[in-house]
């Protein structure tokens, strides 16, 4: 019986381990860092690359469509072993991939660096009041702009183009009145961008990129001249960096991702699940750790007894706890 159990405890550290290697290797095999990597995913979950203070709001000052707008929202990393991933079996590396991130996702370490860059963001500073009859005189001109546009959309003469820089210039100013009747718009954009609950923003994320897929025409033809290709129709062309990414990775992976994402959505988004994740640390363990640690260590008891008061008084795990039970709700 006794051997049994051995065995049986054996295979499952095997397993373990196996799986933890599994999703330790992608990463490995693209060429990139773990600390690298996991600051990509987190802040692209985010939708911000740069964790500065909100002292702006950049929903109103800056446009998402443009390209600038986009590299603040979405950055792919640079994977110098990328070519040597594609050319073998692009399935199985996607949903290494996939499994990595959402490992990352779920992990304690995710709620730890995703608390750092909520609270470095933290707004500062507030923009002055917009003034009681400005505001009242904007708000007539945007309802006399809408009443215009109105009128020249039946005018054939009118170029489209023309008539969408006018509404996005309405749209604009709509922005700023609701930034004027709002008392602190930096902070409720930091707690939109930034919501207490990170598992919110994991499953609009995931949602949106699935969404995003069943929009790409895989089979959309190229124009080459010379280095450069463009896609034939021009609106393709004008699509967003994201849905231009989901193309250039191809159908297959997309296929696998998304059907990762859906089943991931199904699941829940279960915060701080995973204890342990593969870091740039993993394998650099100093060769004296074993002797110091041997001769700074405590009898049984007082080890168990120490690590028993530290979980007792710990605020971070704490928080933590708090977080899993909001991600609960949000499921259930």
């Not at 490995?28 to 740069?50: D, K, T």
């Not at 600038?68 to 290494?96: C, S, V």
């Amino acid at each position: 019986m006794k051997r049994r159990t051995n065995i049986i405890l054996i295979v499952i550290c095997i397993t373990f381990f196996s799986a933890f290697r599994l999703a330790d290797s992608i990463i490995e095999n693209l060429g990139l860092q773990h600390q690298y990597a996991q600051r990509i995913i987190l802040n692209n979950i985010i939708g911000r690359q740069y964790h500065s203070p909100v002292d702006i709001n950049e929903e109103g000052i800056s446009n998402a469509e443009s390209i600038d707008g986009q590299t603040r929202a979405f950055t792919i990393p640079r994977a110098r072993m990328l070519q040597t991933i594609i050319e073998g079996d692009k399935n199985a590396a996607t949903n290494e991939l996939c499994q990595y991130i959402k490992e990352y996702v779920h992990s304690e370490k995710f709620l730890r660096d995703y608390e750092t860059a909520r609270k470095s963001a933290t707004p500062t500073d507030e923009p002055t009041p917009m003034d009681p009859a400005l505001y009242e005189q904007m708000k007539q001109s945007v309802k006399q702009q809408e009443a215009e546009i109105a009128k020249l959309k039946g005018n054939k003469q009118i170029p489209a183009a023309a008539l969408k820089k006018a509404e996005e210039a309405v749209a604009d100013q709509k922005k700023m009145l609701a930034q004027g009747n709002d008392p602190t718009p930096n902070k409720t954009y930091w707690l939109k961008t930034y919501p207490e609950n990170p598992a919110v923003l994991i499953k609009t994320r995931l949602e949106e990129y699935v969404k995003l897929v069943s929009t790409v025409d895989f089979n959309a033809a190229l124009t080459v001249n010379g280095r450069r290709k463009t896609f034939t129709n021009p609106v393709y062309e004008k699509k967003s960096l994201k849905w231009k990414a989901v193309y250039r990775a191809g159908k297959d992976v997309n296929t696998t991702a998304s059907a990762f994402a859906k089943e991931w959505i199904q699941q829940g988004i279960k915060l701080g699940s995973v204890q342990s994740i593969p870091t740039d640390e993993t394998n650099r363990k100093p060769a004296n750790a074993s002797k110091t640690e041997s001769s700074s260590a405590q009898p049984a008891s007082t080890t168990s007894s120490q690590q028993e008061e530290t979980k007792k008084s710990d605020p971070v795990k704490e928080g933590f706890k708090s977080m899993k039970e909001k991600a609960k709700k949000i499921w259930n």
